[in-house]
């Protein structure tokens, strides 16, 4: 399975789903010549709020918290795997911890998925060095797995990445390399995956609520890492969910909403 990511250009491709062409349990292989794959695509940021959140960002694709305002060497947490609910068609939904991506061009990213074939959902695991492909894990993953996951810079353009399923008892440990990354974010995020056969983001998911838990991020001055919380991170939202605050320990939860809900909060333009 190819995993693909991409960055919607238009709002109106969000309703624009015609035919998407799906493996089983995978993202689409779309025809016709673009180029799937990205960072966040931010469609609209709040001013700072004072003693609280930096800001708030809509976006198209991911949903969670980023530190955004450093160079940072590790981002690490746990979440629970949701459960997909699974009617008809295809759906896709990722939830993942990463470096780069909210205001660079790479990511380094690993975490797990639920994807609806028809009324069956189908869990795995995976990692990705963006721009490259993604590549998924043949490791067994059901709902309710519980999962603990770290993307770490080992220094000269080197990550490590690790996925464990300590529910099932497998890790998957990655040491890959990548230029040029600049490690000027660390995320935890739930994403809508893409593309379309135009290129947009694929449906989401049902997937209830995901439960995130000890968010941390690393930085030269503090490789032990800190509560993703003390670097004042921002709170980002995409259609179709709700990210709730996140505490002091690093814990939060996005929750799936429903198909054809629009941005919780009134900023933002298209």
């Not at 015609?18 to 349990?25: G, L």
């Not at 966040?40 to 800001?55: D, K, N, Y």
């Not at 995976?126 to 059901?142: C, Q």
């Amino acid at each position: 399975m190819l995993r693909r990511w991409c960055i919607l250009l238009a709002m109106l491709a969000l309703t624009a789903v015609t035919a998407i062409t799906a493996s089983s349990a995978s993202a689409a292989t779309a025809p016709g010549g673009f180029t799937p794959g990205g960072p966040i695509h931010l469609v609209g940021t709040s001013p700072e709020v004072s003693g609280g959140f930096r800001h708030q960002a809509e976006s198209t694709n991911w949903s969670g918290y980023a530190a955004t305002t450093g160079t940072y060497t590790s981002v690490s947490a746990s979440w629970t795997q949701p459960a997909g609910t699974c009617r008809s068609g295809d759906q896709y939904a990722a939830f993942w911890v990463g470096l780069d991506g909210y205001s660079s061009s790479t990511v380094e990213q690993t975490g797990s998925e639920v994807d609806c074939a028809g009324r069956t959902p189908h869990y795995y695991g995976w990692y990705e060095m963006y721009p490259g492909a993604s590549s998924d894990y043949s490791n067994p993953v059901s709902a309710g797995d519980h999962f603990t996951a770290s993307v770490t810079y080992t220094g000269s353009n080197n990550f490590q990445l690790v996925l464990s399923d300590t529910t099932k008892g497998w890790t998957q440990t990655q040491n890959q390399t990548l230029a040029g990354a600049a490690r000027s974010s660390a995320e935890v995020i739930a994403e809508a995956p893409c593309c379309t056969a135009r290129g947009g983001i694929l449906p989401l998911t049902n997937f209830g609520t995901v439960n995130f838990t000890g968010a941390k991020a690393g930085t030269a001055a503090n490789t032990a890492g800190a509560s993703l919380a003390t670097y004042n991170p921002v709170e980002i939202t995409m259609p179709d969910v709700s990210v709730s605050s996140l505490s002091s320990a690093g814990n939060f939860s996005v929750s799936y909403t429903g198909a054809g809900s629009r941005f919780p909060f009134p900023f933002g333009g298209f």
